[in-house]
C-alpha cells in the first residue's frame, strides 16, 4: 500500500479516485488519503451502499484525513462523468461493472496511472492494461502483489525537469 501512496505523490497526482468493493476503508484507502494530503491533491473514494460515510470518516479522523477524502455513495459508473483529468485510480475487480469504467474514465492525458487490484477475483476478462496494451505511450506491468495488482501508466507521468531521485538503505 505504501508502494501505491508513494506512486501517487511522486508523480503529484492532483485527483485521485478509488472504486471499492464491498470492504469500506482499507490500508489502500488511508495510503491514498495520505498521498492526496501530501500533494494537496483531492481523493474520491466509492463506497458501497452498506458502508457508512460516517463511520469512514471517523477511521480517517484519528490520523487528521478525514478532510482529504471525499466518500461518495452510488454507481461510479454513473457518478465518475463527472470527474475529469484523473491523474491516478484505483479500481478493485471485485466490483461488478468494472470494465465498463474503462471506457467512461476521463484520465489526464499528460499522464496518469490506473491500478487494478483483486485480479485474481476478475471474472470478466481483460484488464485496463490488457486493453490498452500496444498503444502508443501505454505500460503495463501485473504484479503478484495481495490478490494480484495491474498497474498501467498512460502518458508522460514524470516532470523531466527533476530528474533526481534519492534512495536510503536500512540496515
Not at 464491498?22 to 488511508?30: C, D, K, Q, S
Not at 483531492?42 to 478525514?66: A, G, H
Not at 490498452?132 to 490478490?147: D, N, P
Request: glycine share 8%; proline share 1%.
Amino acid at each position: 500500500m505504501e508502494f501505491l501512496s508513494a506512486l501517487a505523490a511522486g508523480n503529484q497526482a492532483k485527483l485521485m479516485l478509488q472504486v471499492l468493493s464491498n470492504e469500506g476503508v482499507n490500508p489502500l484507502t488511508m495510503a491514498l488519503t495520505v498521498a492526496a494530503k501530501h500533494c494537496r491533491g483531492w481523493f474520491v473514494c466509492f463506497l458501497d451502499q452498506e458502508q457508512d460515510i460516517e463511520d469512514c470518516k471517523s477511521q480517517l479522523s484519528c490520523y487528521d484525513l478525514e478532510d482529504a477524502v471525499e466518500f461518495m455513495h452510488g454507481n461510479p459508473c454513473e457518478v465518475i462523468t463527472q470527474s475529469k483529468n484523473i491523474d491516478f485510480a484505483v479500481i478493485d475487480c471485485k466490483f461488478k461493472d468494472y470494465l465498463r469504467l474503462f471506457q467512461i474514465i476521463d484520465l489526464n492525458r499528460r499522464g496518469s496511472i490506473v491500478v487494478l487490484t483483486n485480479l485474481v477475483r476478475k471474472e470478466n476478462g481483460a484488464g485496463f492494461g490488457e486493453v490498452l496494451r500496444g498503444k502508443r505511450g501505454i505500460e503495463c506491468v501485473t504484479l503478484s502483489i495481495g490478490e494480484g495488482m495491474e498497474l498501467t501508466r498512460i502518458g508522460v507521468t514524470c516532470n523531466h525537469e527533476n530528474k533526481r531521485f534519492h534512495v536510503t538503505y536500512e540496515n
